[in-house]
Nanobody, 125 residues
């Protein structure tokens, strides 16, 4: 069982930055692929970024070059550094964990077994 708790959301002006954090429980954190997803009002949840391990990552095209995912396996933490924020980045951001053999494709939501409660990010224009 893995429990995920996100933090770091808030209100920021366009062009600004935020850093989201996700704290995970459990002793097998390093065996999980860790993803960030987001959901805007009236829209479906969408993939943002994934950390497969301490080296390999993937990003949605919409955030590539602006967002950076990282993880600290010793602390059971995953982070999402968000720079050059745009109003269209406004959403609830969720941290997710899934066994690497099950996730397979980063965007595949059913591949993730555990989800956090979400943290609101609002970008004003």
């Amino acid at each position: 069982q893995v429990q995920l708790v996100e933090s770091g959301g808030g209100l920021v002006q366009a062009g600004g930055s935020l850093r989201l954090s996700c704290a995970a429980s459990g002793r097998t954190f390093s065996s999980y692929a860790m993803g960030w997803f987001r959901q805007a009002p009236g829209k479906e949840r969408e993939f943002v970024a994934i950390s497969w391990d301490s080296v390999n990552t993937n990003y949605a095209d919409s955030v590539k070059g602006r967002f950076t995912i990282s993880r600290d396996n010793a602390k059971n933490m995953v982070y999402l550094q968000m720079n050059s924020l745009k109003p269209e980045d406004t959403a609830v951001y969720y941290c997710a964990a899934g066994r690497k053999f099950k996730v397979v494709v980063a965007e595949y939501i059913p591949g993730y077994d555990y989800w956090g409660q979400g943290t609101q990010v609002t970008v004003s224009s």
